[in-house]
Nanobody
Framework: QVQLVESGGGLVQTGGSLRLSCAAS????????MGWYRQAPGKLREFVAQ???????DYADSVKGRFTISRDNAKNTVYLQMNSLKPEDTAVYYC????????WGQGTQVTVSS
């Protein structure tokens, strides 16, 4: 069983920055691949970024060069640093992992005003 709790969302102006955090329960965090997804109103949930247990990363084209995913295994936490935010980044952001099944956090709202 894995529990994920996101934090760090909020309201920011275009061009601003936010850092999201996702804290995971349990002792297996270091071997888990972790991901961030987002869902805007009226749209499907979409992939944003992922990081493997070996810290290899991958990003959606829409966020490459602006977002950075990282992890701190000592804190059981994965981060998403979001820079140069745009109104189209507005969404609920979810943390995700897979350990026998998919686990999701409750989500954190990010709103970028124009």
């Amino acid at each position: 069983q894995v529990q994920l709790v996101e934090s760090g969302g909020g309201l920011v102006q275009t061009g601003g920055s936010l850092r999201l955090s996702c804290a995971a329960s349990g002792s297996i965090f270091s071997i888990l691949g972790m991901g961030w997804y987002r869902q805007a109103p009226g749209k499907l949930r979409e992939f944003v970024a992922q990081i493997t247990s070996g810290s290899s990363t991958d990003y959606a084209d829409s966020v490459k060069g602006r977002f950075t995913i990282s992890r701190d295994n000592a804190k059981n936490t994965v981060y998403l640093q979001m820079n140069s935010l745009k109104p189209e980044d507005t969404a609920v952001y979810y943390c995700n992992t897979f350990w026998g099944k998919a686990y999701w956090g409750q989500g954190t709202q990010v709103t970028v005003s124009s």
